[in-house]
């Protein structure tokens, strides 16, 4: 967007957020313009050009904004500022820093700096005179709370370049040169710790980006274990209010196996948010022992914020992910909740009264939403480093019913699926996936299987499957008993269901708010399976179905104690042994399939 | 209304439809409020020098030569200590037929609480109804509707929790309320003495619905005055909050707007959101708690009014008859507070998670026990006591009659448990079950 003349304009209509524009020049799709009330200067960005009339839409409230107040079109798009110190900070949809804003409320037309410009960062250059660089190419590095944070030739810069100069091992402030390249044309380019990129581009500072095949570790049994994400995968959890998505999403951000978290809380409860920046100073990362919030960045764009930067909100946290996964780091972005984002869009697409698709949701939708998911990824950067953006997003749909626009079009794009269950939610079944609806497709990817394999152990994955089935079968043998009776069945289908109670109430339940139990090592999740499956592969003798049942009854109670302990503790080993002697009572002699 | 200096008065309305109204004027702000026919209306649309106005009250027998004048300001309210024990309309007006609360004029509608500047709720707030205490606690800061049928006590059972609750401030807003229901609040905060921490704002059914757009705004803006400035606690009701999503979806129908899910506005979810999210923890002491009420029609709480409040809402409460014990219960499982997690076993007995969720999983077995009965199987031994153990429980700590307080709520519930189970049967950790088993 090259311009000698500032674009101004002068407001001719408004309703709710949408503001309609007389511009005097040229105006670009999506540019960002500031509307000038009293003192006041309200951030708007163009949606739609019509004849000699821009749509915007605001990003505050437009509240007293009058005809015939003035405009002032800023030539480039929304943007996020990108330099080392975002980590830890609490960001709106827009990235304005939320705590350097004054006062209880925020105020209308109040945008603050998202970096910190007098902060000095302990410099050491990776690169060096001559060296030859591309956009992306790591320059030097400073130390952000735990990571080493890459400063990267701009990726505006298009083409190739020569690194002329490179600052000296020491400490600078983000604005201070750090380094010189030079361009084909022989000009020169000084170079600061800080760039600029828009929201609504990707950021392809990668050669390659193969499909993800690395086991992501979330602690969370009924994934890691049934239906894992990888590094650089994408998931989606639809449920219900009610159903647990927000826990299911904070248990994934505390524990999962990343460098850095991003957290877009989009259109969701406030408390959600305190709860984030309450929690994670005071919470040890198990795997750094720093504290959580050290790798955390928190996008918030609660529900009663403007409605606009709620879609913004999505962009910017996922364009802070991609910077960061530019310097080779593995990347969690979590988006809490794709719907309100969606509906933010149906809002605007309303307003601008264009003809509405399913749902009264705008026709683009399912485009939208596949783009948006397209950014995450596995990539190999220029210098043969990986990183990765593995992207969980919730979906909130309405009445509880799957077959709406958003949960169908994200079920498109989405390789992981952990559909919440209502039943599972009512019978306080938590975390209330779905077990047997839920599917991954990475278990599927040959490259993953074999990943599998080596990391986590030769049979695995039949283990799994195996688990599914007993899973699968004991449904459809409840569905028998319910039908035919409790005493209408063979001892053996009671024994069946309960098998697949003892998966459900030791591995699939998990409870997020006990010390022990909320996060479960992938060494823990395997060993608790192959137990289970070995009691599972069991033959007992039991006198009657009553009986059955509380044989399991008990034998869970000790598999849940154990749960609760520490692993390989006295306790856990404790519980274990008189486990194994309750078993050793019932067990039918010379059984000869142990094969786990 | 007051009046301004040198206002120009409009003659010449071009539309008038059944809530709105166009005329040509210029240096109108947007949200504005205006008078037409001596009707208070507000600044929905401006497009050039066409303004539309929204009239509360309705357009009937406003003819095309109706004055209007324009206040320059938003809707407003007047702060001070002279609100309590006063009862107002949907305008701030006084409804009885004392005088005008005199103090600071201010917006309604105000900007939202920066989050960084919440503090996280912490807490907990008593109501003596075991269903709310025991197995949904609520918390200061936060904000819960009761999800009910018409016929449901709910209005009883708010009343219950907002004089138990030790508010410093209770808060009512009335929107399409009855007379007989009004009434009702007004003996029942009369009869506790507590009128002069009861402030209340009402839209009765006798009102045009349309004002009642702005019953939540007022109410809030009493609340946060109270909270912010006095650092008080304070309890808002509304009810009902349906009847406000209706005048909503009639606004946006006469505005043209192109509805989304059960003919509501697709900005449904925001501007539900805006009020709900009032509800906040200050740091310096000051709180908003909210509990509304929702009513359902036959119970569907997939109607897009109900499923929007579930995704704002930190929990909701469904009452039910449970006609096994003849009385009208806190029903266990569609009821859910989330924010009972910071303050059980924290503020309360370390043993209450635990107690609170082996409950109502017995009672879930005691439910599936039923269907088997009623379906004509024979039951287990378990299972009838599982039935046995559901009546007591119902009776004893679910009915919404009962006023305990949660130590002696746990004690029932254990005692309930040795009476109908095993210790491997009820599943607790082993530590509180050492504990309190024989107690």
């Not at chain 1, 110190?85 to 004054?102: A, E, F």
């Not at chain 1, 683009?364 to 953006?389: C, E, H, M, Q, W």
């Not at chain 2, 119970?299 to 003849?326: C, M, S």
């Amino acid at each position: 967007m090259e311009r000698d003349k500032k674009t101004t304009g002068t407001v001719a209509g408004i309703v709710a957020n949408l503001v309609i524009v007389k511009a005097d020049g040229p105006v670009a799709q999506n540019e960002i313009c500031f509307i000038k009330h009293r003192d006041e200067r309200l951030m708007a960005e163009v949606i739609k050009v019509q004849g000699i009339n821009t749509y915007l839409q605001v990003f505050e409230s437009t509240r007293g904004v009058r005809i015939g107040s003035e405009v002032e079109f800023e030539n480039y798009m929304l943007e996020v500022t990108l330099g080392p110190g975002i980590l830890s900070r609490n960001y709106d949809g827009l990235q304005n820093d939320l705590d350097k804003m004054d006062g209880i409320f925020l105020k209308r037309g109040e945008y603050t700096d998202p970096l910190n410009r007098e902060n000095k960062w302990k410099f050491k250059p990776l690169a060096k005179k001559g060296d030859k660089v591309v956009a992306g190419s790591w320059l030097g590095e400073v130390e952000e709370n735990i990571i080493s944070h890459k400063i990267m030739v701009p990726f505006k810069m298009e083409g190739n370049y020569e690194v002329k100069s490179i600052a000296e091992a020491g400490e600078y402030t983000v604005d201070e040169t750090v380094a010189v390249v030079v361009d084909g044309e022989g000009e020169e380019h000084s170079l600061t710790m800080v760039q600029k990129w828009p929201v609504k581009l990707p950021i392809r500072s990668y050669i390659d980006k193969p499909r993800p095949f690395k086991l992501l570790e979330t602690g969370v049994r009924c994934i890691d274990t049934l239906n894992p994400i990888t590094e650089g995968g994408t998931g989606f959890i639809p449920g219900a209010f009610g159903t647990g998505k927000t826990v299911l999403q904070h248990a994934i951000s505390k524990q999962a196996e990343a460098d850095v978290v991003i957290i877009a809380a989009c259109g969701e409860r406030a408390n959600e948010v305190v709860e984030v920046f309450t929690e994670f100073p005071e919470l040890d990362d198990p795997r750094t022992g720093k504290k959580l919030i050290e790798r955390t960045t928190i996008i918030a764009n609660t529900s009663n914020m403007p409605v606009a930067a709620r879609e913004a909100s999505v962009y910017t946290a996922m364009t802070i992910a991609e910077y960061y996964r530019s310097m080779g780091l593995r990347v969690l972005l979590m988006a809490d909740s794709t719907s309100r984002w969606a509906q933010a869009l149906r809002e605007m697409s309303n307003r601008l009264e264009e003809l509405p698709g399913p749902d009264a949701f705008p026709m683009d939708l399912s485009a939208v939403i596949s783009n948006f998911y397209s950014r995450a990824g596995f990539v190999y950067l220029p210098n043969d480093k990986t990183g990765s953006i593995t992207f969980i997003g919730t979906v909130s749909p309405a009445g509880g019913n799957l077959k709406e626009p958003v949960t169908e079009n994200t079920r498109k794009v989405a390789r992981c699926f952990y559909g919440l269950s209502q039943d599972r939610a009512d019978s306080k079944r938590y975390p209330a996936v779905d077990a047997i609806e839920s599917y991954s497709k990475y278990l599927e990817y040959p490259e993953v299987q074999k990943n599998l394999k080596e990391n986590v152990g030769e049979g695995w994955l039949d283990s799994v499957l195996k688990a599914k089935d007993i899973l699968l079968r004991g449904k459809e043998v409840m569905e028998q008993i319910n039908i035919l009776g409790d005493d209408g069945v063979p001892i053996e289908f009671h024994d069946m269901f309960w098998k697949s109670e003892l998966i459900d109430f030791v591995i699939l339940q998990q409870d997020a708010f006990d010390k022990v139990d909320a996060s479960s090592s992938m060494e823990r999740q395997k060993y608790m399976l192959s137990s289970v499956l070995e009691v599972a592969d069991s033959q007992f003798e039991f006198k009657g179905f009553e009986d059955v049942s509380d044989f399991y009854k008990e034998v869970i109670n000790i598999y849940k104690q154990m749960n609760y302990s520490d692993y390989e503790s006295d306790k856990f080993t404790k519980n274990e042994s008189e486990l194994k002697s309750l078993l050793e009572k019932r067990m039918k002699p010379s059984v000869s399939e142990s094969n786990v | 209304m007051e009046s301004q200096a040198f206002q120009k008065i409009y003659t010449k309305l071009t539309n008038i439809t059944k809530a709105t109204v166009t005329l040509r004027a210029s240096e109108v702000g947007y949200d504005e409020i205006a008078l037409v026919h001596g009707r208070m209306s507000q600044v929905v649309k401006l497009m050039g020098d066409e303004v539309t106005l929204q009239v509360f009250a309705g357009t009937e027998g406003i003819p095309t030569d109706a004055e209007v004048t324009f206040m320059g300001r938003p809707p407003q309210l007047k702060v001070s200590e002279g609100l309590g024990g006063r009862f107002f309309d949907a305008y701030g007006d006084p409804i009885d037929g004392g005088p005008e609360v005199e103090g600071e004029v201010r917006d309604i509608g105000s900007p939202s609480v920066n989050p960084v500047r919440r503090k996280q709720p912490s807490q907990l707030i008593a109501t003596g109804i075991a269903g709310i205490d025991l197995n949904n606690s609520l918390v200061s800061g936060q904000k819960i509707p009761f999800f009910a049928d018409p016929d449901q006590p709910y209005n009883q059972v708010m009343a219950n929790v907002a004089l138990r609750a030790k508010a410093d401030k209770i808060i009512l807003g009335g929107m399409g309320l009855t007379n007989d229901d009004y009434l009702y609040f007004k003996s029942v905060f009369e009869n506790a003495g507590a009128l002069d921490r009861i402030v209340s704002f009402v839209n009765t059914t006798e009102n045009p619905p349309v004002e009642r757009l702005l019953v939540p705004d007022m109410v809030l803006t009493a609340a946060e005055y109270f909270a912010v400035d006095h650092n008080e606690n304070v309890l808002v009701l509304l009810t009902d909050m349906t009847l406000f999503a209706d005048a909503l979806s009639i606004v946006s129908n006469r505005m043209d707007q192109i509805p989304s899910k059960d003919s509501m506005p697709g900005s449904l979810y925001s501007d539900l959101a805006r009020l709900y999210e009032k509800a906040v923890q200050f740091p310096e002491g000051g709180s908003i708690t909210i509990v509304a009420v929702t009513t359902l029609s036959g119970g569907d709480i997939t109607h897009a009014i109900p499923d929007n409040t579930g995704y704002i809402t930190e929990g909701q409460l469904f009452l039910r008859r449970d006609t096994d014990v003849g009385k009208v219960i806190v029903d266990p499982f569609r009821s859910l507070s989330r924010l009972k997690q910071l303050v059980i076993g924290k503020q309360t007995r370390e043993d209450h998670p635990q107690v609170m969720n082996a409950a109502i999983r017995l009672f879930a077995d005691a439910a599936n026990a039923k269907t088997k009965l009623e379906n004509g199987f024979d039951l287990t031994d378990y299972d009838e006591r599982t039935l046995d153990f559901a009546k007591a429980y119902s009776e004893k700590l679910l009915a919404i009659d009962v006023n305990l307080d949660i130590d002696t709520m746990l004690d029932i519930a254990w005692g309930l448990f040795r009476e109908h189970f095993k210790k491997a049967e009820v599943g607790i950790k082993q530590e509180f079950t050492e504990q309190f088993w024989e107690k």
